[in-house]
Nanobody, 126 residues
Framework: VQLQASGGGLVQAGGSLRLSCAASGRTFSRYSMGWFRQAPGKEREFVAAITWSGGSTYSADSVKGRFTISRDNAKNTVYLQMNSLKPEDTAVYYC????????????????????WGQGTQVTVSS
């Protein structure tokens, strides 16, 4: 599967953005999906994940209550709605797909995912 992330940009603190990740192929609904981010000089970190059906979602403590992950399997797209953005949210955001179901909290590990998008830059000004 090929993933194309979009929707990043420059926003003031307190603002909102919605990221999209469009997937190619007809089996999108079989993939567990995740969003990660990487700030300059830092490791890539987990942001949010969603199961293939959309029935379960997971998010990092740093974004709980502010970010929401969702998916539309009919459109082969996963979304990340980001509200109340903070300067520390500034990073390149990546979407990723896993051929396996999540287990034992595996959703937060980069090694769980088999495919990665190219990333989209999110910059939050103070």
């Amino acid at each position: 599967v090929q993933l194309q992330a979009s929707g990043g940009g420059l926003v003031q603190a307190g603002g909102s953005l919605r990221l999209s990740c469009a997937a190619s192929g007809r089996t999108f609904s079989r993939y567990s999906m995740g969003w990660f981010r990487q700030a300059p000089g830092k490791e890539r970190e987990f942001v949010a994940a969603i199961t293939w059906s959309g029935g379960s979602t997971y998010s990092a403590d740093s974004v709980k209550g502010r970010f929401t992950i969702s998916r539309d399997n009919a459109k082969n797209t996963v979304y990340l709605q980001m509200n109340s953005l903070k300067p520390e949210d500034t990073a390149v955001y990546y979407c990723a797909a896993s051929e396996r179901s999540f287990y034992s909290g595996s959703y937060y590990r980069t090694t769980t995912y088999d495919y990665w998008g190219q990333g989209t830059q999110v910059t939050v000004s103070s």
